[in-house]
C-alpha cells in the first residue's frame, strides 16, 4: 500500500483515481445528473448515499459496490 500512495504522490494519501476516459462511471454520472438537473445533494439523497459518496464516484476516486438482491 505505501507504494501505492507513493505512486499517487498525493499528500492527502487518497488512494489513485481513475481520470479522463478512464474514468467511465464518473463521467457519465456527471453527465446525466448535469441533463437532469440535479445537485450533487438531491443525487446523493436519490441514492441513499453521501454527497461525498458521490463527489468521490464522479471524481474517480471511489466506485459503488454492484451486487444482486
Do not use: C, H, W
Amino acid at each position: 500500500m505505501s507504494q501505492e500512495i507513493k505512486e499517487n504522490n498525493n499528500k492527502d494519501k487518497r488512494p489513485p483515481r481513475n481520470e479522463g476516459e478512464d474514468n467511465i462511471l464518473g463521467n457519465r454520472l456527471r453527465v446525466l445528473r448535469k441533463k437532469r438537473g440535479l445537485s450533487l445533494a438531491q443525487l446523493a439523497k436519490l441514492l441513499g448515499k453521501t454527497k461525498t459518496a458521490v463527489v468521490s464516484y464522479e471524481q474517480g476516486y471511489r466506485f459503488p459496490l454492484l451486487r444482486d438482491s
